[in-house]
Antibody, heavy 126, light 110 residues
Framework: EVQLVETGGGLIRRGGSLRLSCAAS????????MSWVRQAPGKGLEWVSV???????YYADSVKGRFTISRDNSRNTLYLQMNSLRPEDTAIYYC????????????????????WGQGTLVTVSS | QSVLTQPPSVSAAPGQKVTISCSGN????????VSWYRQLPGTAPKLLIY???KRPSGIPDRFSGSKSGSSATLGITGLQTGDEADYYC???????????FGGGTKLTVL
């Protein structure tokens, strides 16, 4: 059974930094695409970042240059380093395993998140 | 405002069928596969449909997905009160090199 457990959330002042962790069991983080998704209070889902098996990283424009996704293979843990935090970054942050493949027959990407953690709340005060 | 457009809300009676639409463009839905997620209040999202119309193990066949051009549709038959939740579509955007979610649709079972 896959289990993803996020920790590291909390209350932080505008401009501050926070590092979120996502400890995985049942899967190997380094053998999977892994993503962070956030949800502001009362709002919808917003994709934040993804790390590929090879270590390539992609970010939403809203966090580019401020957030960094990384992993520690020895700890089987995914991280999200968040710097220069803003009140609009207030959200529940979920980590998820991503299935991301290219279908050559249709020339299209299959992208879906099949396992999710329970989330950790980040609150940025102004 | 989301790149993928969903209706904010839909409703139907128990036992009936409902559909939820998700509209994008050629950079995302038009050329890639669509997934759907259900989020019950206070819980993490759960995968319902992937690759436009495939169901993960454990998801009943009351849930179905389809895609035509740059739009996708989630169908739910035999509605139950337990289906009341927020539903999101998702896909990859080739131009943005980013994952996308729709704005979400709140399903009410009257």
């Amino acid at each position: 059974e896959v289990q993803l457990v996020e920790t590291g959330g909390g209350l932080i002042r505008r401009g501050g930094s926070l590092r979120l962790s996502c400890a995985a069991s049942g899967i190997t983080v380094s053998s999977n695409y892994m993503s962070w998704v956030r949800q502001a209070p009362g709002k919808g889902l917003e994709w934040v970042s993804v790390m590929s098996v090879g270590g390539s990283t992609y970010y939403a424009d809203s966090v580019k240059g401020r957030f960094t996704i990384s992993r520690d293979n020895s700890r089987n843990t995914l991280y999200l380093q968040m710097n220069s935090l803003r009140p609009e970054d207030t959200a529940i942050y979920y980590c998820a395993r991503v299935l991301f493949t290219f279908h050559y027959d249709s020339s299209g990407y299959s992208w879906y998140l099949d396992d999710w953690g329970q989330g950790t709340l980040v609150t940025v005060s102004s | 405002q989301s790149v993928l457009t969903q209706p904010p809300s839909v409703s139907a009676a128990p036992g009936q069928k409902v559909t939820i639409s998700c509209s994008g463009n050629s950079s995302n839905i038009g050329n890639n596969y669509v997934s759907w997620y259900r989020q019950l209040p206070g819980t993490a999202p759960k995968l319902l449909i992937y690759d436009n119309n495939k169901r993960p193990s454990g998801i009943p066949d009351r849930f179905s997905g389809s895609k035509s051009g740059s739009s996708a549709t989630l169908g739910i038959t035999g509605l139950q009160t337990g289906d009341e939740a927020d539903y999101y579509c998702g896909t990859w955007d080739n131009s943005l090199s980013a994952g996308l979610f729709g704005g979400g649709t709140k399903l009410t079972v009257l």
